[in-house]
């Protein structure tokens, strides 16, 4: 029965998060947004203390059914192991091996380590919940997307507008090589020795299984009864039953009670023991060391090739659109609610939950190796709209903060820089001014490139002092590849 | 687990999605079912046996110079059949090559004889692709049109217009032209027109031309300026214009001036005509098909009066009756397009004074409706910076159309209406080529017949979409 109750929250938690990274269309989150923001590692670093504290609380109570039932990483490898079992004709032969402790610690201090001086993508290649909102955001939902779009073309046709189409395009090689690469060694170790990953590896499974040690409830093997069949050994996907010995390791055991339900003789039974001292542990592992300063001061994006407007002859066709590349940018763009380059790097545990859900391709993981796949802002493929506050709705670590969209009118991401050697009405003598028509914080005028000739091309002039570095001047800049404008980021964002 | 999955996320819309989908198609095939038995029926009252429209009832009209007996319906080349491809949307379509030749046979097999194209149709493949259908046809069964359309400044030596002319007899296969026009004078005022035909001597050169034989008929295409419209009727003794073509429909015959001021109503124009004996050969009959994609209360309007006829029959009724009119011009992209035409022509039921009211009152009521008169021609294609203007302004209008286009958040339909505008938008014109892009450098302006100031439409149609998005309505 424990163990069914287990199964059928670990799968309510496993979809729902699951879905959390499909979705692109920002609708689950509304109601499922909160599986996210109780996971512990975002939870820690959001200084959600109420969250990390009922988290550690469970464990003291319960054991470390966080692992079988919240942790989506935890119930992946169960699902696999689940198959394993199945394709090995329903015999599991799992047997107890001693705890790996000295690997354990030496992940965690390293861990730790990484987490106090801020090597983000250290961080966030160890976080758990975040290698699972990786695998699902690299790998599951661009198919995901892709079946949409077939609906959405039979929508098309039936003239339905249930469905509609929405991009599938390579957000970071980098990120997609590592949730590959976590997927198949999670998998593969899960395939043969179920939850090897969450007792040596893990940083929060290390720590909630120190808890769990001294946790009030937990399956305890009646040695009057048991008959020294071992199947509870066999089928303990995280190796911790010493059946000859009686004994369970606790600090490894996930509280799956699968054990509880295979034991013919009923010896195993979850009980309450109260003999345990009270050692808690509060987990505030404080942040506080600067990160080092960005780097990478280079050359501004050159080598422009612009449109080039030939006299029409014949009607029709349409004129080839080159893609934007990505100016190089002395300062990356965060988005707005993540107040500074130091706030993301120190929060962010790059699950991927903000890279999924933005409706305009502005975010995508980062590739700088200081924080690898922590999100970062660009704007060839969208801009930041004003409606949009997504990301910072969705982000469950405290790397984005939630704004209104008022806020968001009023926070200094960036600013925007002119490139005059791109510029379209000083380079294909027309008239343009776009970046001043859709500039929404109105920071953009037009005015003639010769002061003493009213007559001569109009040119933007930024008004940095109103600029919030929203992109949409560089996005919709027809120069090509290269944009005539662009944005710098702030490293720490400002507030009008 | 998957099925599980699915079933979380499906949510009211996506079931109501799948209804209607449902629904759709059980509709669609008795819409289908339906129009296969009224076709039937019409023919059957029509006394045709073979299912089809007979071939020898076509309505024809004599060129009081030449003597042509020409068709009431003259074949329009400028939209014809593509292939669609993948790659469609950005600009790589190709003609249809193989529907072309179908359609030409079927269209001279039921009586068509007047073929119009030019140079610049269909991204300039039009001609070729109409020389290859109609060289399978002996010469003496068809009138070919073609056009100078030497539009671009750097086409406006005489050599380089002539050579035009010379490439025009070549991809048509043919060795002298029936109607050869001067192409779209008025736009770009007295200005061009001096330009293009009078200053280098090249309307003098087509004017030999007619005299040697190599033309039969002279004649120019009028939009825009008034001015160049008078002008050239005014030297009507010098020039003796062989027929004119102009733009009549039930909305412009009275009201073009209420879609833009610019623009002059086809009653003046067919007057001035009539006035000199010259015969009008009609284009934008249908205005691209915004006088058969209506509002569905005039479809029904429509349709209550002759229950049995489309709502393009209509148009096409109204261009044919006047008297003084050769040819009514239909592009026709497809199959069913040709036969419905044929059918209003096969023989013409001209409009009675009853029917004529019927259509100015209707003309009145589409009025209400603020679309942009865009007529889908593409003479503003292709922008420079790739803007996709006519699938914009179709958009647009399809929405006005459909009630799509809200005025404030709180119209009753106002969350269905912007869904179906915003995604149908998306759908129409790929991202990178809608009205946001628009930087406004005119370069387009000039091309349209319509006169339609393009950047101006643009501009206020992203400042909608901007509204939509954004919730500021």
Not at chain 2, 4 to 12: D, F, G, L, R, S
Request: glycine share 6%.
């Amino acid at each position: 029965m424990l163990r069914k109750i287990r199964i059928a929250l670990a799968l309510i938690f496993f979809l729902g998060i699951t879905a959390l990274f499909l979705d692109f269309t920002g609708t689950v989150h509304a109601w499922l947004g909160w599986m996210a923001k109780v996971q512990f590692l975002p939870a820690l670093l959001a200084l959600h203390v109420g969250i990390v504290v009922a988290l550690l609380l469970l464990t003291f109570v319960l054991g470390r059914v966080y692992c079988s039932v919240v942790c989506p990483l935890g119930v992946m490898q169960d699902v696999v192991s689940r198959i394993a079992k199945f394709r090995k004709k329903g015999r599991n032969k799992y047997a107890y091996s001693a705890p790996k402790t000295w690997l354990r610690i030496t992940v965690m201090v390293v861990f730790v380590l990484a987490l106090l001086l801020g090597v983000g993508s250290l961080v966030a290649l160890l976080a758990p919940y975040s290698a699972y909102g990786r695998i699902v955001s690299s790998l599951f939902q661009p198919v995901y997307i892709a079946a949409n779009n077939v609906l959405a073309g039979m929508a098309e046709r039936a003239d339905s507008y249930a469905f509609y189409t929405a991009d599938v395009w390579m957000k970071s090689v980098a990120t997609l090589s590592v949730a590959v690469v976590t997927l198949v060694v999670i998998a593969v170790l899960a395939w043969r020795n179920g939850r090897t990953y969450c007792n040596t590896i893990c940083p929060v499974g290390s720590l909630l299984g120190f808890v769990a040690r001294f946790s009030l409830l937990k399956p305890v093997i009646d040695k009057s009864k048991c008959n020294g069949c071992r199947l509870c050994e066999r089928n303990c996907k995280a190796a911790c039953i010493d059946a000859k010995a009686h004994k369970i390791d606790y600090s490894r055991c996930v509280a799956c009670m699968d054990c509880i339900d295979k034991c013919h003789k009923h010896a195993i039974s979850y009980a309450w023991r109260a003999k345990t001292d009270h050692v808690g542990k509060n987990g505030d592992e404080k942040v506080d060391k600067s990160r080092r300063a960005f780097v990478t001061a280079t050359a501004v994006a050159t080598a422009s090739a612009i449109l080039k407007a030939q006299e029409k002859t014949v009607d029709g066709g349409l004129a080839v659109i080159e893609d934007k590349q990505i100016p190089e940018r002395k300062t990356p763009i965060t988005p707005p609610g993540s107040l500074s380059a130091k706030n993301m790097a120190q929060h962010c545990t790059a699950c991927q939950l903000c890279v999924s859900v933005c409706p305009n391709g502005v975010l995508r993981p980062s590739t700088d190796m200081m924080k690898l796949m922590q999100p970062e802002s660009s704007y060839e493929r969208g801009y930041c709209r004003p409606e949009c506050t997504k990301c910072a709705d969705v982000c469950p670590a405290g790397a984005i903060r939630p704004i209104t969209v008022a806020e968001k009118s009023s926070i200094q991401i960036g600013h925007a820089v002119w490139i005059k050697k791109n510029c379209i009405p000083l380079t294909d003598g027309v008239e343009c001014g776009n970046c001043a028509r859709h500039c929404p914080a109105g920071a953009i005028q037009m005015v003639a490139s010769d002061a003493d000739d009213d007559e001569s091309p109009k040119i933007p002039v930024i008004n940095t002092e109103k600029c919030i570095g929203c992109g949409a001047c560089e996005n919709l800049c027809p120069a090509r590849p290269f944009s005539a404008i662009y944005v710098e980021g702030h490293e720490v964002h400002r507030f009008i | 687990m998957k099925k599980n999955m699915k079933e979380n996320n499906k949510n009211i819309d996506r079931r109501h999605f799948l209804k209607v989908l449902g629904v759709g198609t059980a509709v669609t095939t008795a819409a289908m079912y339906g129009c296969g038995k009224k076709e039937r029926a019409a023919v059957d009252s029509l006394g045709h046996h073979d299912g089809e429209t007979s071939a020898d009832k076509m309505t024809y009209r004599e060129n009081p110079t030449t003597g042509d007996r020409v068709s009431i319906l003259g074949y329009g080349c400028m939209r014809l059949p593509t292939v669609s491809s993948e790659n469609a949307q950005n600009g790589e379509d190709e003609i249809d090559q193989e529907m072309v030749n179908k359609l030409t046979d079927y269209a001279l097999a039921h009586g068509v004889n007047y073929f119009d194209t030019s140079p610049a149709y269909c991204k300039g493949l039009s001609e070729h692709a109409m020389g290859i259908a109609l060289s399978r046809h002996p010469r003496d069964s068809y009138f070919i049109a073609t056009k100078l359309s030497n539009f671009s400044p750097d086409q406006w030596g005489r050599e380089e217009s002539i050579a035009m002319y010379h490439n025009s007899l070549k991809e048509l296969q043919v060795d002298y032209i029936d109607y050869m026009l001067l192409h779209g004078v008025g736009m770009g005022g007295m200005k061009a027109l001096n330009g293009r035909y009078i200053d280098n001597g090249v309307l003098d050169f087509l004017l030999k031309e007619r005299e040697a034989g190599r033309i039969r008929n002279l004649g120019f295409s009028y939009h825009g300026d008034v001015e160049v419209f008078d002008y050239l009727l005014s030297r009507h003794d010098d020039y003796h214009w062989d027929f004119v073509q102009i733009q009549l429909n039930y909305v412009d015959w009275l009201h073009a001036k209420e879609t833009n001021p610019r623009n002059t109503n086809a009653e003046y124009l067919y007057g001035e005509l009539v006035k000199r004996g010259i015969p009008a050969v009609i284009m934008e009959p249908l205005l691209g098909g915004r006088l058969s994609n209506v509002p569905d209360h005039i479809v029904a309007r429509l349709k209550q009066n002759r229950p049995e006829d489309s709502v393009a029959s209509w148009a096409f009724r109204f261009a044919g009756s006047p008297e003084n009119v050769l040819t009514v011009l239909s592009g026709m992209t497809y199959m069913e397009h040709l036969q419905d035409n044929l059918h209003t022509y096969s023989p013409l039921v001209p409009l009675s004074q009853d029917d004529k009211d019927f259509l100015e009152e209707t003309a009145r009521l589409m009025l209400a409706y603020p679309t942009v008169p865009c007529n889908d021609c593409k003479y503003c294609m292709p922008c420079p910076y790739g803007i996709d203007i006519p699938s914009i302004l179709i958009h647009y209008n399809k929405c006005v159309n459909q009630g799509n286009v809200p005025e404030s958040s709180q119209d009753a339909n106002y969350r269905k209406a912007r869904r179906a505008f915003l995604v149908g938008y998306d759908r129409s014109v790929p991202r990178l080529r809608q009205a946001d892009h628009c930087i406004g450098c005119g370069q387009c302006k000039v091309h349209c017949p319509q006169n339609i100031d393009i950047p101006n439409e643009l501009h206020r149609i992203d400042h909608f979409v901007e509204d939509l998005k954004q919730g500021l309505l």
